[in-house]
């Protein structure tokens, strides 16, 4: 457990729920809660999970998800819950959960957030100065992130969105949020923040593109699915570009090799979750005919996180908190290379707490392979902040 200014910090190993939820409980309790999120292995009994997370957390404001990972005090795991607490002097929060999205339209996530809005502005009259941030949580395999995203930030506006994508560990079978004591499919949860520590939200990825072009010749974005590439089956495409044959594509390949579109002057990574028999390509996000990608390749992982956290420091001074939503790629890539120890400490150390994702939210845009988060520090604030 850490303490820092009304903010506590818990992760728990057990196996058994009842267990696991007892000791996040034990690790994040205090007198008064205004918020608690936490992540939690998609191997738990989420019933149980469910059941006693509503029994030991009766009357506080909990949010959460299914994982592909845990980030948390203990470090980067598999298995595991983590978590995190806000005193009512840490924070302000309200929370709505948006079920069934594959209905889901623009003026829905409008009236969502200009509701929270507004429920925010009558909890916290008069904290001139305090700062906003909203944080998402969706169903990783709704494939309804974009549309998400996007409307909840254009009603925010300043206020900025980041979040993540539930995950299963790479079983793609049944992803949730957790709102209202429930666990949820086919469903997202925004919670709105209101802070007077300093708020710093951020987003990495080590990834710089090439010039080898790969064109979208045929497509199916409500699917995520790319059929074509430069006019031949996608698959058999991609695996040229790596000198492996199709048939041997795998998610060290899709980690290691992923493609970045370009958006508004910046470079936005687009990565496969899989290949199928058809020899199409199955993405995290949607992508459209004619759309041009580009080959990437990557830097170096752990400087660049070392940079971005660095950034971070100083803006906010040392973190109480980052939540922290890093892609199941990077987690895949950081164990095939080695890398588990050096970045686990790292974000031990800048007290992160939070999940490997289906996918990543970032101010209005839904990305992969990448690392985004909110910081959290007690430096003093500055006129313009979020």
């Not at 031949?232 to 048939?247: D, F, H, I, T």
């Not at 995290?284 to 660049?304: D, F, H, P, Q, S």
Request: hydrophobic letters at 45%; a negative charge.
């Amino acid at each position: 457990m850490s303490d820092r200014h009304g903010i506590r910090t818990a992760q728990s190993c057990a196996t058994d729920p009842r267990d696991a939820v007892e000791e996040l409980f034990a690790g994040v309790a205090q007198p008064a809660m205004s918020l608690v999120i936490f992540f939690c292995s998609s191997a738990y009994d989420r019933d149980v999970l469910a059941c006693e997370m509503a029994r030991r957390f009766a009357g506080v404001q909990v949010i959460g998800c299914t994982t592909a990972g845990e980030i948390g005090p203990i470090g980067c795991l598999d298995g595991s819950i983590a978590g995190v607490s806000f005193s009512p002097g840490a924070c302000a929060a309200v929370t709505q959960s948006i079920e069934g999205l594959q209905g889901f339209e623009i003026g829905d996530g409008h009236a969502i957030a200009r509701g929270l809005l507004d429920e925010i502005d009558g909890l916290t009259p008069g904290r001139e100065g305090w700062h906003r941030f909203a944080f998402l949580l969706v169903d990783g395999l709704s494939a309804r992130e974009e549309l998400l995203a996007y409307s909840v930030q254009e009603a925010l506006g300043e206020i900025p969105v980041v979040g993540g994508s539930a995950g299963d560990a790479l079983s793609f079978a049944s992803t949730q949020v957790y709102s209202g004591g429930r666990f949820l499919s086919d469903a997202a949860v925004l919670t709105l923040v209101s802070t007077p520590l300093r708020v710093k939200t951020f987003k990495t990825q080590h990834f710089v593109p090439t010039e080898e072009r790969l064109v979208v010749t045929e497509a199916d974005p409500l699917r995520r699915v790319v059929k074509e590439i430069n006019g031949l089956p996608a698959a058999q495409e991609y695996a040229r570009l790596l000198g492996v044959s199709p048939e041997d594509l795998s998610p060290i390949h899709f980690a290691a090799s992923p493609v970045v579109v370009l958006i508004d002057g910046a470079n936005y990574v687009r990565s496969i979750q899989k290949a199928s028999p058809d020899g199409s390509l199955t993405f995290y996000c949607a992508i459209e005919r004619g759309v041009v990608l580009r080959e990437a390749k990557g830097m170096n992982l752990v400087t660049n996180l070392e940079q971005a956290l660095a950034r971070v420091r100083a803006e906010v001074g040392e973190p109480e908190l980052v939540l922290a939503c890093d892609c199941i790629l990077r987690k895949l890539e950081i164990a095939e290379t080695g890398l588990n120890a050096a970045v686990s400490d790292m974000l031990r150390r800048h007290n992160a707490v939070g999940f490997n994702t289906y996918g990543e939210q970032f101010c209005g845009v839904h990305i992969n392979q990448t690392l985004t988060g909110v910081a959290l520090g007690a430096g003093p604030a500055e006129a313009g902040d979020a």
